[in-house]
């Protein structure tokens, strides 16, 4: 089949690799433009550009795609089949939703209509799903509101972060577009009847309210594994919080009660398992208390 390819972060990869090896002709990889990264801000390929270029595949990065003619125009002269979009960055105007003879197949790391939106996976996580999953979605002009061809659910377990959520998820895509292009599937129309939103998230998201109860911070700190991040401040530092186990106990919220660093939240009890302060290496609370003590009674995020 001939297709286009467009995505961008480290989860569309998979599908990308699966699509090529399955023996697809993809024509034209898009996806976002090198940006600065790292301490020398120089310009550097997202994931998808890396491996599209390790394919041998033509790749293209226009910065916009609506209100720009001429790129509306490229994609609809590559006459293709169908277009595969995942985690793109960028909404396709109705002229190239329109312009593959199949349309265009979204891969959603959701159980739609459930977390529409750009960070469905840390959603589910902190709202306390027990699911989520894959839906492979017809594209339409709404976000993430088109009819669903495919569907497979995934448990979120007590411990699932979205590190480990987002590979699981990142294979199942790769392997149900497969079978959503391999035969013309009948769809099923989304209804907006308890349908959800994941908007993008922010740096200032990660910052932990020790008023919530435990289960609350626990599932922040899960769902913002690895962006954006969790953390507090001790004393005027910083204090990144990456791993926490609930505990069973009570105190003013964000007091440390023990050497153990268990922090008092509104309701019960976090144990800080992991964590990290600028410039220095994530720790474990014993190698953290060793260079930097944190006597019973330090409150956090004050």
Request: glycine share 10%; aromatic share 4%.
């Amino acid at each position: 089949m001939r297709l286009a390819f467009m995505g961008s972060p480290d989860f569309a990869v998979p599908a990308l690799r699966s699509l090529h090896g399955a023996g697809h002709t993809i024509v034209a990889v898009y996806c976002q433009p090198p940006r600065p990264a790292g301490r020398g801000k120089a310009d550097r390929k997202c994931p998808v550009h890396v491996a599209a270029e390790g394919l041998g595949l033509q790749v293209r990065t226009p910065p916009r795609l609506r209100h720009d003619a001429e790129a509306q125009a490229a994609f609809s002269a590559l006459d293709l089949d169908a277009a595969v979009v995942a985690a793109y960055g960028l909404l396709l105007p109705p002229a190239m939703l329109d312009a593959p003879r199949r349309g265009c197949l979204n891969i959603h790391a959701s159980l739609l209509p459930r977390w529409r939106g750009a960070a469905p996976i840390q959603a589910a996580i902190l709202a306390g799903d027990g699911t989520t999953g894959i839906t492979i979605m017809q594209m339409d002009a709404g976000l993430d509101t088109g009819p669903m061809l495919l569907s497979q659910a995934v448990p979120i377990t007590p411990r699932s972060t979205t590190a480990t959520m987002h590979d699981t998820l990142a294979s199942i895509g790769a392997s149900l577009i497969l079978d959503a292009l391999s035969s013309a599937l009948p769809s099923r129309p989304q209804l907006d009847d308890g349908a959800t939103y994941a908007p993008k998230l922010s740096r200032e998201d990660g910052r932990i309210d020790w008023s919530r109860s435990a289960d609350a911070i626990d599932r922040q700190v899960r769902a913002f594994d690895p962006w954006p991040g969790t953390f507090t401040t001790l004393g005027t530092a910083p204090l990144k919080i990456i791993a926490v186990e609930p505990a069973e106990r009570s105190g003013v919220a964000g007091t440390v009660l023990d050497d153990a660093l268990t922090v008092a939240c509104g309701a019960g009890a976090v144990r800080l398992t992991r964590l990290q302060l600028p410039g220095r290496g994530a720790m474990d609370p014993a190698a953290f208390l060793r260079g930097r003590p944190v006597p019973t009674g330090t409150l956090l995020g004050g």
